[in-house]
Nanobody
Framework: QVQLVESGGGLVQAGGSLRLSCAASFRTDRMGWYRQAPGKQRELVADITRGGATSYPESVSGRFTISRDNVKNTMYLQMNSLKPEDTAVYYC?????????WGQGTQVTVSS
């Protein structure tokens, strides 16, 4: 069964840290983290190629770090210096050949 399972979300105070994980049940190519806040469009937070090349939007650059373990087919997002505006449901996605898969999402709430 093809699955992407996120974990690690929760409630944290501003300035705190969280680490998200996304475990895939299949071999993945490019993977990424997206987030969607209430009333807003889903936006890219970070992505990483199978070879480890990463990219971030300016809003999280320097605070978030994406990484992956190709043996475990697992991706991580280390989030530091969290801000209330980082509050959203975080989704992982993964490409496998021509197909794109999405996880179910994990809630991240940052209190001020």
């Amino acid at each position: 069964q093809v699955q992407l399972v996120e974990s690690g979300g929760g409630l944290v105070q501003a300035g705190g840290s969280l680490r998200l994980s996304c475990a895939a049940s299949f071999r993945t190519d490019r993977m990424g983290w997206y987030r969607q806040a209430p009333g807003k469009q889903r936006e890219l937070v970070a992505d990483i190629t199978r070879g480890g090349a990463t990219s971030y939007p300016e809003s999280v650059s320097g605070r978030f770090t994406i990484s992956r373990d190709n043996v475990k087919n697992t991706m991580y997002l280390q989030m530091n210096s969290l801000k209330p505006e980082d509050t959203a449901v975080y989704y992982c996605n993964a490409y496998s050949g021509p197909r794109i898969y999405w996880g179910q999402g994990t809630q991240v709430t940052v209190s001020s």
